[in-house]
């Protein structure tokens, strides 16, 4: 079936810092990759996505290039910033998993002034 | 409205009672899911409407959990005598349908059962 894995615990770093959240897959076919942000008290909201190999996903600073070879979306953003802090998600959809949505756990980035 | 829309924000419940949460999809959207979010298991899909095909709902936990779409628009998700496990929030998202095509999520609806 398809799964998504992300790295484990939450994440905290100052601000400027360089932000890296891991994101491996497992799917059959060709699945489209995400990711999804979590702000305070708010609903999910679509960051980027790719949904062919080797595409770049990019917005607000944030990229995740999709890795057929790695099975991986990884997340990265050069520097951030304290409105950043959020819980971020990685998602997958395949054509065998009938356009659902499988998510990985989430990861708590806190970023500190 | 230009979004996903979900009533009640919040639902308190008793135990044993039957709850019923609604979601209006984005204008034109096909497509229809419901997912739940709990602490324990994170992000969980429930049910699927796509147009006039049959709902997919391999997802849903039990056969207390049952939903249905009317007229291609608004959706329904019904629990029946509600046990404390299903406090979550329960997510709805549509999309244009097609396989790639991405899903916008409403605020949810904050169940917690006593």
């Known amino acids: 079936g398809n799964s998504v894995t992300q790295m484990e615990g939450p994440v905290t770093l100052s601000e400027e810092a360089f932000l890296t959240i891991n994101c491996t897959y497992t799917?059959?076919?060709?699945?489209?990759l995400f990711w999804y942000v979590q702000y305070p008290g708010e609903g999910l909201q679509l960051l980027l996505k790719?949904?062919?190999?080797?595409d770049k996903g990019s917005n607000k600073g944030f990229e995740a290039t999709y890795r057929k070879e790695t099975t991986s979306f990884h997340l990265e953003k050069g520097s951030v910033q304290v409105s950043d802090s959020a819980v971020y998600f990685c998602?997958?959809?395949?054509?065998?998993?009938?356009?659902?949505?499988?998510f990985g756990k989430g990861n708590q980035v806190v970023v500190i002034p | 409205g230009a979004g996903v829309s979900q009533s009640p924000s919040n639902k308190v419940t008793e135990k044993g009672k039957d709850v019923e949460l609604r979601c209006d999809p984005i204008?034109?959207?096909?497509?229809l899911y419901w997912y739940r979010q709990s602490l324990g298991q994170g992000l969980e899909f429930l049910i699927y409407?796509?147009?006039?095909?049959?709902?997919?709902k391999s997802g849903l936990p039990s056969d207390r959990f049952s939903a249905e779409r009317t007229g291609g628009s608004v959706s329904t998700l019904t629990i029946q005598r509600t046990q404390q496990e299903d406090s979550a929030v329960y997510l709805c998202?549509?999309?244009?349908?097609?396989?790639?095509?991405?899903?916008?999520f409403g605020p949810g609806t904050r169940l917690l059962v006593l």
């Open positions: 998202a549509s999309s244009m349908g097609g396989l790639r095509e991405t899903q916008y």
């Open positions: 799917a059959t076919g060709y699945p489209s």
């Open positions: 790719a949904t062919k190999a080797d």
């Open positions: 998602a997958l959809t395949s054509r065998d998993g009938n356009n659902r949505l499988a």
């Open positions: 204008s034109g959207h096909t497509a």
């Open positions: 409407f796509q147009g006039n095909s049959a709902p997919d």
